[in-house]
């Protein structure tokens, strides 16, 4: 391994963005392939938003931003958190970062020591675990299974609880199941950690705008765990600006002073004019978040008929978010040639290889036991995709 760190050692790549690659690989040797591999809106950026980046290039917001982003945006930040969740943070309260992948992984670092444990409902994003690893604690999975609809109870996050418990990370509509959990089950969830003072909270609501039973709850609503929870977001999915790269973090004012330090010394304030972006996103028209937010639920709608006619798959019905992540052990075990599926993972690399679909095996996510199909593409794709899932699937012997 050379002079590579033990904790880069330890960490396991990104296996969302490596099926990407082998996804992007295959279709540049000319393969037509259908990628459903990684999770990001198929839309444009709204034009009124990549208006204002022109414009922020034009007017020269071309110098060093604040390193919590500029104070226009954490307002729009702010006035966001109480115009759609009446939630109340002060644009103080706010911390801009380079993705709500850093805002995550700056409040890992800042509350995480080493040995301390951080609770993981799971299924979960790939990321996750290893932020954790990265701050040096331990990630405790706390799994639900499918006829759970992948959502873990209050009861049973209270028994993964024990006096190393730092912090859980939580995220709802979930990456990867799609599931999103209602106010009610958020409330006997809050009453637990009620008795956990020292239990911090990270609320990944990243997903809000992709929801398919109404108003977006957040965990942050319950009085109770205000001063030790971190509400995040961005502008990633619900107006399509994954390569923007601008998340937020609203939490204490120690916790903001903390991430501020440490983004200060890793990364310095995020680009300029995605922040201008991001501010006209969150402070413009919202047409376009409900357009998309329809167009998901229909291909969800579809994507769902076509997975339960596959022999063998699982499937839940995602109320949120763009994926579905069916239960397919049941191939585990057959073959191709003189090739065995023995896992998830092999199950994907097949689709790939031999159907030209692009998933992710669910061993990343916690659940070997299932695949991850992301919808963020057309319906023509989706039915041409589950049309070379089942006469893949059907080869196997
Ligand atoms: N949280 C979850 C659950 C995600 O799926 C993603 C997707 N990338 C992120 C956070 C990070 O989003 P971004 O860094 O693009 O804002
Ligand atoms: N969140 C997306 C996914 O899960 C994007 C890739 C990533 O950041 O991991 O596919």
């Not at 959990?181 to 990243?206: C, G, N, Q, W």
Request: charged letters at 20%; aromatic letters at 10%; proline letters at 5%.
């Amino acid at each position: 391994m050379g002079q590579i760190s033990d904790r880069v050692n330890r960490l396991a790549a990104s296996a969302t963005f490596a099926m990407l690659q082998k996804s992007n690989e295959l279709s540049a040797q000319g393969v037509d392939v259908v990628n459903m591999s990684v999770g990001e809106p198929d839309f444009n950026t709204p034009d009124y938003v990549k208006k204002a980046a022109i414009e922020a290039v034009e007017q020269n917001y071309s110098k060093y931003s604040p390193v919590p982003g500029y104070m226009w945006l954490r307002k729009a930040c702010s006035d966001k958190l109480k115009r759609e969740n009446n939630l109340d943070y002060a644009p103080t309260q706010i911390l801009v970062s380079t993705g709500a992948k850093q805002s995550l992984c700056n409040v890992i670092m800042a509350v995480v020591n080493p040995g301390d444990e951080v609770l993981l409902p799971s299924p979960c994003w790939v990321s996750y675990p290893e932020m954790v690893k990265l701050a040096g604690g331990v990630p405790v999975v706390i799994k639900a299974g499918i006829e759970q609809d992948f959502k873990v109870t209050a009861a049973q996050i209270e028994a993964a609880i024990t006096p190393k418990t730092k912090a859980m990370m939580i995220c709802s509509p979930s990456n990867p199941t799609g599931s999103v959990y209602t106010k009610e089950e958020l409330e006997s969830i809050a009453k637990v950690l009620a008795k956990y003072p020292d239990v911090f909270i990270v609320s990944d609501e990243i997903y809000e705008h992709i929801n398919f039973i109404g108003g977006h709850q957040s965990l942050a609503q319950f009085s109770e765990l205000k001063d030790r929870i971190a509400v995040i977001n961005g502008v990633s999915k619900a107006y399509a600006m994954t390569g923007w790269r601008i998340g937020f973090m609203a939490g204490p004012d120690w916790l903001v002073k903390a991430c501020n330090k440490l983004q200060g010394q890793y990364t310095s304030g995020t680009c300029s004019v995605a922040q201008k972006a991001a501010q006209v996103a969150f402070d413009g028209p919202q047409d376009d978040v409900e357009k998309m937010r329809q167009v998901f639920q229909k291909r969800r709608d579809l994507i769902v008929s076509l997975a339960k006619e596959v022999p063998g798959f699982e499937v839940n019905n995602p109320q949120g978010a763009f994926y579905l992540f069916p239960k397919c052990d049941s191939y585990f075990g057959k073959r191709y040639g003189d090739k065995v599926i023995a896992n998830a993972e092999d199950l994907a690399m097949y689709l790939l290889e031999v159907g030209h679909v692009a998933t992710v095996g669910g061993t990343a996510f916690g659940s070997p036991e299932c695949i991850r199909f992301s919808y963020a593409t057309s319906e023509d794709k989706i039915i041409e995709a589950f049309r070379r899932v089942k006469e893949a699937l059907a080869a196997l012997k």
